[in-house]
């Protein structure tokens, strides 16, 4: 993974800079992947990862559902629900959308929508697999969205019995930034109060990587001046004035601002 940052020198107070990290695997770049950014400094404003249980206070149920505890799930719980038209609903902020469900015999089709965006699931698995994970939607204009799951009540065209299940199994949400057709995926790092050097590190699965931006302080807003020592004698005593300059934010300014002494007794 190759990670990077446009502009790598930025000031606080909420200037930004692009993040992107491009994933390679053995045959090229990988695809339709989520990224997480970590900064040490600052916080990512667009595209932050997020995951949420689905039975938290994230999510919003409609219709019918039954939370269901079990240590094989995420959090050791999940939503469960065979009723046609019961919904749940996500918001989120993003370019990409995805779920963690767990497959089934008795799993049925759910429907997902993110605006004009739809696309449909098959939860059917001949055995009960744990955390699968599916990616709903990917390419949205960054901003916030609402994911809409739905139950459809139609069972799975695969199952070779005459009634198939219509259970849906709803374990949690991911969101945030995914890799796109050339293994690129971006995210915007906006500096907080606080200057130093940032470190950046890039997730995606089990690959990661690194980039650093330099945050500077901002312009000189106070001055303490101190003097030692305090008292000297007349005919050639010294004393050392120190002058500490922060900004706004209470971070020493950059090295080389330019500090004026002035006296109205001695040199």
């Known amino acids: 993974m190759t990670v990077g940052a446009t502009p790598t020198v930025i000031s606080v107070g909420g200037d930004t800079s692009t993040l992107t990290a491009t994933v390679e695997g053995e045959g090229g ?13 600052g916080s990512i404003t667009a595209n932050p990862y997020a995951y949420v249980e689905a039975e938290g206070d994230e999510v919003t149920r ?3 559902w039954e939370e269901v505890e079990d240590s094989q799930a995420s959090d050791g719980a999940y939503l469960r ?19 963690i ?7 049925g089709i759910v429907n997902f929508r993110v605006g004009a965006y739809t696309t449909t ?11 699968q994970r599916a990616l709903v939607a990917t390419g ?3 901003g916030s969205h609402v994911l809409e799951a739905e139950v459809t009540g139609t069972g799975s065209q695969l199952r070779a019995m005459a009634e198939p299940g219509y259970y849906i199994f709803i374990d949690a949400f991911e969101s945030g930034t995914t890799t796109d057709a050339s293994g690129v995926a971006t995210a915007t790092l906006t ?3 606080v200057a130093g050097v940032c470190t950046v590190t890039a997730t995606a699965d089990s690959v990661t990587g690194t980039t650093t931006i330099t945050i500077t302080p901002d312009a000189p807003a106070e001055l303490t001046a101190s003097a030692d020592p305090a008292v000297i004698a007349t005919g050639g005593a010294t004393s050392t004035i120190t002058a500490a300059v922060q900004d706004q934010y209470g971070n020493d300014v950059a090295d080389g601002t330019v500090v004026t002494f002035t006296t109205d007794l001695g040199t």
Not at 29 to 41: A, G, N, R, Y
Not at 87 to 96: D, K, M, P, Q
Not at 101 to 107: L, N
Not at 121 to 131: A, E, G, K, N, R
């Open 81 to 99: 629900s065979a009723t046609a038209g019961s919904r749940l609903f996500y918001s989120f902020n993003g370019t990409a959308v995805g779920v």
């Open 121 to 131: 699931l098959d939860t059917y698995s001949p055995v009960v697999q744990w955390q």
């Open 140 to 142: 949205l204009p960054p």
């Open 62 to 64: 409609w219709g019918t």
């Open 191 to 193: 500096s907080g109060h």
């Open 29 to 41: 770049p990988v695809t339709d992947t989520f990224v997480i950014f970590s900064p040490t400094l």
């Open 101 to 107: 469900y767990t497959a089934h015999p008795d799993g």
